[in-house]
């Protein structure tokens, strides 16, 4: 009985110790949860829902960004902005740290789509739809919804709101030169346009076709 008011009454600060076990063990996790979020019956842990992970609250940036500087040696900017970017999620963070070269490949094939598709480079971007085209159909999911992310991200950029920007310092850099031309009248039919991409493609449509019609459209959206 005891332990079931304890979930009742606490069940978010049990949460937060859960996905700090679970990201980096108990150990690191007694260094991140703030001492007022750790549940004091360590079994509840275990028997928490699955479900309750959506309404978990965000670990502190401040606590996470010391454990990534200490875990990983890193510089304390560079901590603070993966701390920053991750939401307050440690599996989030644990994922930016160690981004490679598909993360890598996502960032090129956007900026690429961009450019060519601001310079109306028809040959270039039917090149680039055949490139991208040869990617597994996983990986051109993971592009797509890569690129749904920079498109809001650089939509949220224009309101020049630090707090609001999830951005890398690469992803960074290029959206100060990118971001005007994503505005409130083409940011939507842009995201319209890559959903509608990333169904075709879950639905087995010639990838090459998807991603082409996607380059083309794209050259009419960024000069409304």
């Not at 829902?49 to 560079?78: C, G, Q, S, V």
């Not at 083409?186 to 639905?203: D, F, I, Y």
Request: net charge negative; charged share 25%.
């Amino acid at each position: 009985m005891e332990g079931h008011d304890y979930l009742a009454s606490g069940e978010n600060e049990c949460g937060v110790c859960q996905q700090a076990f679970e990201t980096v063990g108990r150990t690191a996790a007694a260094d991140i949860v703030p001492a007022g979020q750790r549940g004091t019956r360590p079994l509840v842990v275990y028997h928490c829902e699955p479900y309750t992970a959506h309404i978990l609250p965000p670990l502190e940036e401040k606590p996470l960004a010391d454990w990534l500087e200490r875990k990983f040696m890193l510089h304390p900017e560079d901590a603070a902005d993966i701390a920053h970017r991750s939401e307050g999620s440690l599996t989030k963070a644990m994922e930016n740290i160690s981004l490679g070269d598909e993360q890598r490949m996502y960032f090129e094939s956007f900026v690429s789509l961009m450019r060519l598709a601001y310079k109306r480079d028809i040959r270039q971007l039917k090149a680039w739809s055949e490139q991208v085209s040869s990617l597994g159909r996983e990986r051109q999911k993971g592009l797509l919804v890569y690129c749904q992310r920079m498109i809001r991200e650089n939509f949220m950029f224009n309101f020049h709101a630090s707090d609001l920007s999830y951005l890398s310092p690469d992803e960074r850099q290029f959206a100060t030169r990118f971001s005007p031309y994503i505005n409130e009248k083409n940011v939507m039919p842009v995201m319209e346009l890559l959903e509608e991409a990333q169904l075709h493609v879950g639905q087995n449509v010639n990838s090459k076709m998807v991603f082409f019609d996607v380059a083309l459209r794209m050259i009419v959206l960024l000069i409304r």
